[in-house]
């Protein structure tokens, strides 16, 4: 795609932004009581917001110009703040973390694919060789300490000379032993083929009939082949089967990774010569235009001082450099304007002091009154329904504005190559450049000012000052009571580096996996609406929890501005069987965003920084560490541990709930501008104790077992992977089926026992086949039905389990009140007369 291509593409998508907010403006004010309409219309604009962010994204990757990418940025950076929000509206409205689309995309006419949310590429493109730097400094701490994984693996050990001579010999004998049984095979097919000819030589060859024969066997299989032919053209033509060429990558899609490439290079060298303009140009202007800047600026200050002297009969008072100094009175206003301002505000302050003259306390009917429609508009506000304001709508539509006003019908004729444009850099560097200067005037219009009040009224001067003084040093007396209260660093005189040293070498900060989000495969849930419409709760499918982990997880660490605004989340805990991908999520996040990952896993941290001051200092350098170098994922793994019931016997030793005072603190320590996200993952979620488990992560999801689509789609994957062609002879659908119950870890298992390099060197003349699989799978134990039930009763338990089985019921919540309040006046009613029966010497009730 061409230049013209990507800015066409930008101006479609802003119109349909425009046109979006103007809708969602609307929806806004108006109070709503019907669930299902506001599920619908929450929804309605989730979807569209995600359509907006996917060609926004595709925009600002692939569009040159280094003015327009940064509002196309901000843009961006807002609609994913947006789409958060709305996701937290309906996490709200209805009390669960999945939500089922099927109806909504029908009547969009949209595929479930396109709700997937993208992951910006500008998260790891912008500080590549910031990542790049840091994974080689891990590699070589890990190398000096031992503690390498990857190289011990490859890592050949030394063996002695008689054995290697042993080796070479039993090798050498086999290698002849073959030969020799080739070598006699061949006499033994010689022999034998001599042997027939002489039996056979008396008889004469009837060569017409060997000739039919030769005849018949070629055409049968000449045809069979023809029908074969004909059958996959046959499902080709009925899109039963994809065309031969369909997995190959196309010559098209070559050129344009190509062109991709080159477009990044173009758009590096740009942001470059756009750095330097920003330099040259203020330079520039700061000798052409600043000397007549400060002119203006001195001569609209004087004549302010004398137009408020004639007016007021006094001087004005010089704003603050902390108020903003002159600009605070001329922000986007004419000396007139300012006049007028001054005009206004004595014409209100004489009315006001009228007003409060002909004021009488006498208004205790008025306040009944108001008391009582107040309460009223609380009853009705809690029955309507209002969208919470949003934190983003207001960038997005100063973004829109901006587009509208310098983009949409810009002459970029002369612009060709799409670089920087000089004169809306002079624009913005003016204004910079004015406010500088406006520092300096306002310092010598300070000056210029007392000299005047001086001469004119030297008694108002000297009154101003001691009061000014008074008041300066109240001020400063707050300021350092606030000061006081601030965490200790108790590691003070030591370096970022060396503390990050430490932690590698003591083995908490580890090396992520290179395992990217796509990944983690699997299909979308296609009946989760109908299911909800019949009372039952569907399991959420592989890609809802992978959508969940790109929402609450990679987007708000990838992007600083949406983190801070955002709904923030601090903790996320996933729960499911062994095998599920739970730890492959976790690395998934760091490698997506570039994160660091650290490991306080109850079986990492034992032995590990001993005592309560140990456990202290521990935890002080990981988040000190974590803060420094953010993005940064803190991972808790089997955190169940952390927050045990009982602690077994065998692993008291271990100390496994050191964390569980100190976790809820550090939580609360963590502010918005912080990057960091505690991760926990476990597999037996029942053994831990709810309440302060439940307080510890703030979301928690659940990770199911496969389904049969997701099945299906990760056998075809993973065989493919591994280098296993999928042919006629094997049948995945039966695979998937037969498979129910097993993770996906017993999947990619099974695939890589039975695909060994000698039987993916076999596959041209012996295909793959089920039963080969099958075989595998018997020795192991699957996820069982109970075990999953387990799961979800365990998550009923929790707060957003319980709210949404009350929301189920139907305000059961209030029966249950009423039940409650009647049973204690029938307690009370029942002590009172036990009182009364004993007073006359009787026996209780």
Known sequence: MSNAMYNKMWHQTQEALNSLLDTESQKMMEPQKNQVFIFQMLATFYIKYVQIFRNLENVYDQIVHPQKRILIRKILDAVMGRILELKNEMVELELTEFHYFDDILQDLKLEPQQLDIPIPKYFLKEKLEVIKGREKILSQILAESGLDVSAKKYQVKPIPLEEAVKLIQIAERARQGRLRAMFMKQIYLQEYRAKQARLLGDKVADVSAAALRIQ???????????????????????????????????????????????????????????????????????????????????DQIRHWFIECRNLTGT?????????????????????????????????????????????????????????????????????????SPSVFLHTMEEGNSVYKDLW???????????DYDPELIKEDKRKELESEIRVQVDELM?????????????????????????????????????????????????????????????????????????????????????????????????????????????????????????????????????????????????????????????????GKYPGKSGLQMMLHVVFKVARKLQPSVVWIGDTEKTFYKKVPHAERKMEPKRLKKQLPKMLKLLKPDDRILIVGTTKRPFDAELQPFCKAYQKIILVPRPDYASRYVLWKEIIQRHGGVITDTLSVSCLAKITDGFTQGHIVQVVKEVLTERRIRQQSHKPLTALEFIAS?????????????????????????????????????????????????????????????????????
């Open 408 to 418: 949409k019908n810009k002459d970029e004729s002369w612009n060709f190559p799409q």
């Open 446 to 606: 300070r000056q210029e000012l007392k000299n005047l009040k001086l001469a004119v009224n030297r008694e108002k001067e000297l009154s101003a000052r001691t009061g000014k003084k008074k008041g300066g040093k109240k001020k400063n007396k707050k300021k350092k009571g606030r000061k006081g209260k601030k965490d200790k660093d108790l590691t003070v005189d030591r370096t970022i580096e060396s503390l990050y040293k430490e932690l590698v070498e003591e083995g908490l900060l580890i090396q992520a996996l290179k395992v990217s989000l796509s990944d983690y495969i699997g299909e979308y849930s296609y009946l989760g609406t109908s299911l909800r419409q019949v009372s039952i709760e569907p399991m959420p499918s592989l890609l809802d929890v992978r959508q969940l982990i790109t929402l609450y997880a990679i987007l708000p660490l990838g992007s600083a501005a949406v983190h801070e605004k955002a709904p923030l989340v601090k903790s996320l805990l996933l729960a499911g069987p062994s095998g599920v991908g739970k730890k492959m999520l976790v690395h998934a996040i760091c490698t997506e965003t570039g994160a660091n990952l650290f490991n306080l896993s109850a079986a990492n941290i034992t």
């Open 315 to 387: 001087f004005p008072d010089y704003p603050n450099e902390e108020e903003g100094g002159s600009a605070i009175i001329f922000s986007n206003k004419t000396p007139q304007q300012v006049i007028d301002d001054i005009v206004a505000s004595q014409d209100e302050e004489e009315k006001t002091k009228k007003k409060k003259k002909e004021k009488k306390p006498k208004k205790e009917k008025k306040e009944k009154e108001t008391k009582e429609t107040k309460e009223k508009n609380k009853q009705e506000e809690e029955e309507m329904w209002k969208m």
């Open 777 to 845: 799978l018997t020795s192991m134990n699957p996820v069982y039905q109970e075990e999953e039930d387990s799961f979800k009763d365990w998550y009923a338990k929790t707060p957003m389990g319980k709210k949404r089985a009350l929301a189920l019921t139907g305000g059961n919540k209030e029966n249950e009140k009423d039940k409650g309040k009647k049973e204690k006046k029938g307690k009370k009613e029942k002590r009172k007369s036990n009182a009364f029966l004993r007073s006359r010497g009787c026996g209780c009730l």
């Open 216 to 298: 018949k066997v070629w055409r049968g299989f000449h045809q069979c082949k023809r029908t074969e032919r004909q059958r996959r053209e046959e499902m080709i033509f009925l899109g039963m089967n994809p065309p031969p060429l369909f997995n190959e990558v196309s010559a098209a899609m070559i050129q344009a990774d190509r062109l991709c490439h080159l477009r990044n290079k173009v758009q590096i060298k740009h942001e470059e010569e756009y750095r330097d303009a920003l330099v040259t140009i203020k330079d520039d202007l700061k000798l052409t235009e600043g000397p007549d800047i400060k002119e203006n600026l001195q």
